[in-house]
T-cell receptor, first 115, second 113 residues
């Protein structure tokens, strides 16, 4: 099985721009979660999507948004970028069923640098 | 709300020495506990997990962790580390039916020759 695929792996933007990151989960996985990882804040939960619906949301401003498509692929968008948005954005998928084990399968991340 | 505290941000250790990475959690409900490992420029990989049953869980590369409910801990141990174990280790908690996993701040393990 192919793992979780995130694109792009690296990108550089300037303040005020917007960015869209993409995540393809493991085949058959219906839950996709997004995390922001920074040296100062560690891993922070952004949101989780399941069957095209946002099921959980972390404490991030409205500039951070996401969506999930019918094939479970997910995108997240950050608008009006700020310097502090520079981070590694990690996507994780999960084979959520009625017997959820909570295990997350992570992609390698998209490293965003905001100048 | 659930939370995880990793008590050591950095742990330097010599090759072949034992190591313990400490993790304490806070939760008012039953928990699933995980240790993930992150190598440079990579995502997180599951190292081991506790869901139920035996409180001692093991990984394929010699790590083990013990769930201690009374002390709300899930410390990670290895009796003899290798240079290749150098990485960042994250403890995480969630609860049955919940996909909102909370991570600790991470412990950077550096194995020195």
């Amino acid at each position: 099985k192919a793992g979780v695929t995130q694109t792009p792996r690296y990108l550089i933007k300037t303040r005020g721009q917007q960015v869209t990151l993409s995540c393809s989960p493991i085949s058959g996985h219906r839950s996709v979660s997004w995390y922001q990882q920074t040296p100062g804040q560690g891993l922070q939960f952004l949101f989780e999507y399941f069957s095209e619906t946002q099921r959980n949301k972390g404490n991030f401003p409205g500039r951070f948004s996401g969506r999930q498509f019918s094939n479970s692929r997910s995108e997240m968008n950050v608008s009006t970028l700020e310097l502090g948005d520079s981070a590694l954005y990690l996507c994780a998928s999960s084979p959520t069923t009625g017997h959820n084990t909570g295990e997350l399968f992570f992609g390698e991340g998209s490293r965003l640098t905001v100048l | 709300a659930q939370s995880v505290t990793q008590l050591d941000s950095q742990v330097p250790v010599f090759e072949e020495a034992p190591v313990e990475l400490r993790c304490n959690y806070s939760s008012s409900v039953s928990v699933y506990l995980f240790w993930y490992v992150q190598y440079p420029n990579q995502g997180l990989q599951l190292l081991l997990k506790y869901l139920s049953g035996s409180t001692l869980v093991e990984s394929i590369n010699g790590f083990e962790a013990e769930f201690n409910k009374s002390q709300t801990s899930f410390h990670l141990r290895k009796p003899s580390v290798h240079l290749s174990d150098t990485a960042e280790y994250f403890c995480a908690v969630t609860s049955p039916g919940n996909n909102d996993m909370r991570f600790g701040a991470g412990t950077r393990l550096t194995v020195k020759p």
